[in-house]
């Protein structure tokens, strides 16, 4: 199983969108960055990220609304082969592991049982497992001991006690064969027929075999910042960082300069902007030295703190959104930037601290 959990590291994707974040994962056969379409709602590119992915914009390709599937196009790149186990039925007492990047993070993997293969939801059956599913792994594969994708990670049940619910790999395999019909189009799987339709054969809006009404990915209005994220954004941009690029889920935005991961976040309810640089991570001995750094740092730096959380080494800043502009704010956050990238590496060459595993 370990050798199925390490394969999966590199074919497993971060999706990112204005409005969520996710899990993605590369069929190299098919082309295609498999996810879900809650994920990539109302989205014509998304932001990938991984292992064989640099990060970048990526086109939507293909939605499934009533199976919650979607295709991302992917650039072609030597990535493992893996297989759909369409011959490998799940079975309950089966053991299962879903693979994705929980509420963000960097890949991780849990394992649990399969308790039910029946799980009935709007007349379509899926697996229900306790592997972990949090916010980010959707969209993710489950895989079986065999190093299979068995299903594709959907949701995890409210108060469910860690209940998992993952499609089928079955229904996967129909939506390929409906994409696969558009000969590399844009298209969307009808949700009344189940037909595929494409920007050649749709009728206006609606689909051709029984009228309901469709979107294609490309015809879905772009998001547009407002208020304070529009602020952000146009600071950003003007900070030389592309502001789509840049968007991980609802008004938060991720950029990297030089080794040090940023994340920005707007707190909308009091009205509070967060920059937190990830530096690098505490050393495993002799760490006196390096706290007496920080506190002398914070004694001399303006506008900015250093801390420590977990072990994590953090610089931060902090705005209210009253006093933000786009000039204040650029100044502020460029200091940010160019502080990050000198501190992580006094950090690590004097201090002995750690570089972040990515």
């Not at 994707?13 to 993605?24: D, L, Q, V």
């Not at 592997?131 to 949701?155: D, K, R, Y």
Request: aromatic fraction near 8%; proline fraction near 5%.
């Amino acid at each position: 199983m370990q050798n199925a959990i390490d394969l999966y590291h590199s074919v497993v994707i971060e999706i990112a969108t204005p409005y969520f974040i996710g899990t993605g994962f590369y069929l190299r056969d098919a082309g295609v960055i498999v996810t879900n379409e809650h994920i990539v709602r109302d989205n014509r590119e998304v932001v990938i990220n991984g292992v064989h992915f640099p990060k970048q914009l990526a086109q939507v390709l293909f939605v499934d609304e009533r199976h919650d599937l979607a295709f991302v196009l992917a650039p072609p790149v030597d990535a493992p082969l893996i297989k759909l186990g369409l011959d490998s039925p799940v079975r309950q007492g089966d053991v299962v592991v879903a693979v994705g990047h929980p509420f963000g993070f960097k890949y991780s993997a849990s394992q649990g049982i399969v308790s039910n293969t029946r799980h009935e939801i709007e007349q379509i059956l899926y697996i229900q497992h306790d592997a972990a599913l949090n916010p980010g792994n959707s969209g993710g594969p489950l895989i079986n001991e065999n190093g299979e994708v068995v299903g594709v990670n959907t949701f995890k049940v409210k108060d469910g006690n860690s209940i998992g619910i993952s499609l089928p790999v079955q229904h996967l395999a129909e939506a390929l064969a409906e994409f696969q019909k558009g000969e590399g189009q844009l298209g969307v799987r009808c949700h009344s027929c189940n037909n595929g339709v494409f920007k050649s054969n749709i009728e206006g809006v609606y689909c051709p075999h029984c009228g309901a009404k469709l979107k294609l990915p490309d015809t879905v209005e772009e998001f547009e910042p407002l208020g304070v994220a529009a602020t952000l954004e146009e600071m950003l941009e003007q900070a030389g960082y592309l502001a789509p690029l840049s968007r991980s889920g609802p008004n938060c935005w991720t950029i990297n300069k030089g080794s040090a991961k940023i994340t920005v976040h707007y707190h909308e309810g009091n009205g509070i902007i967060t920059g937190d640089a990830y530096l690098c991570s505490l050393p495993k001995a002799n760490i006196k030295p390096l706290y007496e750094f920080l506190l002398r740092q914070n004694y001399i730096l303006e506008g900015l703190s250093l801390s420590i959380k977990d072990q994590a080494i953090i610089l931060s800043l902090i705005i209210h959104d009253r006093y933000l502009n786009v000039e204040s704010g650029l100044k502020m956050f460029q200091n940010l930037f160019e502080q990050a990238d000198h501190f992580d590496n006094i950090l690590v060459e004097e201090y002995g601290a750690v570089w972040r595993a990515e």
